[in-house]
């Protein structure tokens, strides 16, 4: 099994930069596929960003790309997700997930581990 806790949320103005970290425990997180999803106010969760075990292939959501990049340290156990020019439809609670399955997808349902969530609050 692995524990992840998120860090690094709060209030930024639109346009600022936020890098959100994800510490994982446990089990090496080399052996896990990562990714972050969202869930806004009112709204489901959603995908934003995944890397592969190995750390050499990713994906976005359309939302995000160009300006969000996840990036993993598999020696320290550590997943990130920078965040450039942010804009207030980014606000969101921020989780990390784990997936220990072979498969790698955008799915939520791919991920059978998640921490607890970071807020990010993007004023206009």
């Known amino acids: 099994q692995v524990q992840l806790v998120e860090s690094g949320g709060g209030l930024v103005q639109a346009g600022g930069s936020l890098r959100l970290s994800c510490a994982a425990s446990?089990?090496?997180?080399?052996?896990?596929?990562m990714a972050w999803f969202r869930q806004g106010p009112g709204k489901e969760r959603e995908f934003v960003a995944t890397i592969i075990r190995g750390g050499t292939l990713t994906k976005y959501a359309d939302s995000v790309k160009a300006r969000f990049t996840i990036s993993r340290d598999n020696a320290k156990n550590m997943v990130y997700l920078q965040m450039n020019t942010l804009k207030p439809e980014d606000t969101a609670v921020y989780y990390c997930?784990?997936?220990?399955?072979?498969?790698?997808?955008?799915?939520?349902?791919?991920?059978?581990?998640w921490g607890q969530g970071t807020q990010v609050t993007v004023s206009s």
């Open positions: 997930a784990a997936t220990s399955e072979s498969l790698w997808g955008v799915a939520a349902s791919f991920y059978n581990y």
């Open positions: 446990g089990r090496t997180s080399s052996t896990y596929h």
